[in-house]
């Protein structure tokens, strides 16, 4: 069995040119490789990232060098789950937020946010019409903890609290480690759609 631990990361620095491509930042960063029966091997590697990438985002720049790395170097080959990183890179470039914005027009489920470098607890949800005014809707805000079960955090209706307005957990903590908005229902009117948008902050 093998696993793979980013170990060190060179905080989030500006790169000299040519290093910096079209604003992105080099994160150079250390890996350790452990093979049971083996002795540890480390690489040192590097991402390249933008100040506006998501926690999502930054996590599978990582995993894909990560793994390029190891099967290069190493001609070893893990899965996902097998790659530790650590929740301490969350604060190379991610923002202190997440968000999310949907458009149904029938009922479903809108995109997942995978929020895991950076766990969120506390949400907030808004629905607004698209091209016209919507009759009726109900709108939930769910988080997961493993991204396929799903808890209802927040839910938002023509009556409460109404169109265009939005709706919070407050001092409520609901900690997730993912987050989507779904559409139970949802009656048109003049709308072609419904906008949705979600929020959630650690």
């Not at 093998?2 to 890996?31: E, H, M, R, W, Y």
């Not at 650590?86 to 470039?93: D, F, I, N, R």
């Not at 091209?131 to 808890?151: C, F, H, I, N, R």
């Amino acid at each position: 069995m093998s696993k793979a631990v980013l170990l060190t990361v060179n905080l989030c620095q500006n790169i000299p040119d040519p290093d910096v491509i079209g604003g992105l930042t080099k994160i150079g960063f250390t890996l350790c490789v452990a093979t049971i029966g083996e002795s540890p091997q480390e690489i040192a590697s590097s991402i390249f990232v933008n100040p506006a990438d998501s926690s999502a985002v930054i996590r599978q720049k990582f995993i894909d060098v990560i793994k390029a790395d190891v099967l290069n170097q190493l001609s070893i080959t893990l899965a996902n789950e097998d790659i530790i990183i650590p929740s301490y890179t969350t604060g190379l470039a991610t923002l202190a937020s997440e968000t999310r914005t949907d458009n149904f027009s029938v009922a479903g489920n809108g995109v997942t946010v995978d929020t895991s470098l950076r766990p969120l607890s506390v949400f907030s949800l808004g629905v607004d019409g698209v091209g016209g005014t919507p009759t009726a809707w109900q709108v939930v805000l769910e988080g997961s903890l493993d991204g396929t079960k799903w808890s209802t955090i927040l839910t938002h209706t023509q009556l409460s609290p109404g169109l265009g307005l939005t709706i919070s957990s407050g001092s409520n903590r609901d900690p997730s480690l993912f987050m989507r908005s779904r559409c139970v229902s949802v009656i048109l009117g003049s709308a072609s759609a419904i906008k949705t948008t979600i929020l959630g902050v650690p």
